[in-house]
């Protein structure tokens, strides 16, 4: 006989809502139902009422934690639509607080991996990580968490003396060596909670078009810093880490890989940044008519925008952000058929699930 | 043969691609979107989101259908004058959100599909959230 378990829109793990019916027979999983929109902003909406500045402050708070990235999706689209391209050093500076942001994205989902596993010790050591990372955004921006960085045409803070980080950035990838990483990949808590759990087959992933880790984890060798180079990503030499299994153990395998990419990208970002302006200047800027889309690689994956303007309009005529988890979050059925009940909020996470991005 | 020329191929279509700001475009024509998902399954492309526009008076709305191939956007522009266009759903599950959401915001139908309970939970009927008469 079969029973439903709904798991949310308050969620024993992930401080944001949304709801998992779960249809179970005894301890397994046989279907789920998503439900999302509890908490839905319409920023699309707001963004037509907003003016080019204040339309970057808006598109900030789509997402607490990759802020970064989406200023700079959206900025990428009207540096398009103003026919302005960003100068080598804000392209540089770009590329070095997307990495900075994946690496406190992935951080901070291995602590909430941790604490989800019962592995607290790992969710305190993560945490004070994830404050060493913040730190240094802290350093470039002055904030830590919506940045303001972006502007249209370039930054808005230039990193003074990049060599300067370089050691804040050594002492991060030696911590994430000496412990995060060989503790995700070796210990026999973190393999008996992960391995073979929360399966997406290849087949599925390309099937959903997933996209970041969660593809990638799959066996989907997808990477707009590779494939579609975007800011100076094209300047820097990195692997897209890939794994088969489709488990929740690949899914952590990869982002432990990609910190350790990360960490290299932001030291050659650092080492090469090329002097110069870091922006076209001023604050008038003439929108053509039209509409322009682009893409960066979040930390969770791909995000788009579209953006449409009618010259000497104020406003964006529409803003469609197309966010990763949107794309991620319907895998999570396929996910959790078959598993034990007690695993799927481990499943839900190892997506690394943004509510906020979602709900925009 | 390049994989942009085999899609034309595939569609049966002699209009150009047009690039413009990063995104190959291709003017579907008497294609119907169904038809254009099944070019895109058979080249491997992948989806990436419906963006829908309110065109201004009675002109209906636009739907512009992005796949990516090999990191390359592609985009296609669907005009419909009334209220339906026919749904993707069946040929690529990765369109459910997106058509549901695009159901809910602008009140257009995607023929051909059940709706489940309303994704986004502070309207409370379809349309109320981007649609302008709607919304008034």
Redesign the interface.
């Known amino acids: 006989m079969s029973y439903k378990i709904p798991m949310g829109p308050y969620h024993p793990g992930l401080e944001e809502p949304y709801k998992l019916d779960m249809i179970c027979e005894g301890e397994t999983v046989k279907d789920a139902?998503l439900?999302?929109?509890?908490n839905?902003r319409?920023i699309?909406?707001l963004a037509e009422t907003r003016n080019y500045f204040q339309v970057i402050a808006l598109m900030e708070r789509v997402c607490g934690i990759c802020s970064f990235i989406h200023t700079l999706t959206l900025c990428q689209s009207m540096e398009?639509?103003a026919g302005l391209e960003a100068p080598p050093r804000a392209q540089y500076i770009r590329v070095v607080m997307a990495e900075l942001e994946r690496l406190h994205s992935h951080v901070l989902w291995a602590g909430i991996a941790a604490k989800l596993m019962g592995f607290k010790t790992m969710f305190m050591t993560c945490f004070a990580l994830r404050e060493k990372v913040m730190d240094v955004l802290q350093a470039i921006s002055g904030n830590r968490v919506n940045y303001s960085m972006n502007c249209v045409g370039g930054v808005n803070r230039d990193i003074e003396d990049p060599a300067a980080l370089a050691p804040m950035i050594d002492e991060l990838e030696r911590e994430m060596m000496r412990t995060v990483i060989p503790i995700f990949t070796t210990s026999s808590t973190a393999r008996s909670r992960c391995a073979g759990i929360g399966v997406l087959t290849h087949e599925k992933a390309?099937?959903?078009?997933v996209v970041g880790p969660t593809a990638r984890a799959s066996g989907v060798p997808?990477d707009?810093r590779?494939?579609?180079p975007y800011a100076a990503y094209a300047e820097m030499k990195f692997e897209v880490p890939v794994e088969q299994a489709g488990d929740v153990r690949a899914r952590l395998f990869v982002r432990a890989l990609e910190i350790i990419e990360s960490c290299g990208i932001l030291r050659q970002a650092l080492s090469k940044m090329p002097p110069g302006e870091i922006s076209t200047g001023g604050d008038k800027f003439n929108f053509a008519t039209?509409?322009?889309?682009?893409?960066v690689e979040a930390p969770r994956g791909?995000v788009?925008y579209?953006v449409?303007w009618k010259e000497g309009s104020r406003n964006p005529a529409?803003v469609?952000a197309?966010t990763p988890t949107?794309?991620n979050m319907?895998a999570v059925r396929w996910m959790v058929r078959g598993a034990r009940l007690a695993d799927t909020p481990l499943i839900q996470a190892s997506i690394d699930p943004c509510y906020s991005c979602t709900?925009r | 043969m390049t994989a942009l020329d085999t899609i034309r191929e595939k569609l049966g279509t002699a209009e150009p691609w047009v690039e413009s700001r990063g995104t190959w475009w291709l003017n579907p024509g008497a294609v119907s979107v169904r038809e254009l998902a099944q070019a895109m399954n058979a080249i491997g492309a992948r989806f990436v989101t419906i963006t829908a526009y309110q065109l201004p008076g009675d002109a209906g709305f636009r739907l512009e259908y992005h796949w990516d191939l090999t990191g390359r956007l592609l985009g296609f522009p669907f005009q419909i004058a009334g209220n339906s266009i026919e749904s993707i759903f069946d040929l690529c599950e990765a369109a459910d959100w997106i058509e549901r959401e695009i159901h809910e915001e602008y009140s257009i139908d995607f023929a051909g599909r059940a709706y489940e309970p309303l994704l986004l939970r502070q309207g409370d009927k379809p349309g109320v959230n981007l649609r302008e008469e709607v919304a008034k």
């Not at chain 1, 390309?206 to 078009?209: D, N, P, R, T, Y």
């Open positions: 139902e439900h999302i929109g509890f839905f319409g699309e909406h398009k639509l390309v099937s959903c078009a997808q707009l590779r494939d579609a039209g509409t322009a889309t682009s893409r791909e788009m579209s449409t529409r469609h197309r949107y794309a319907p709900d």
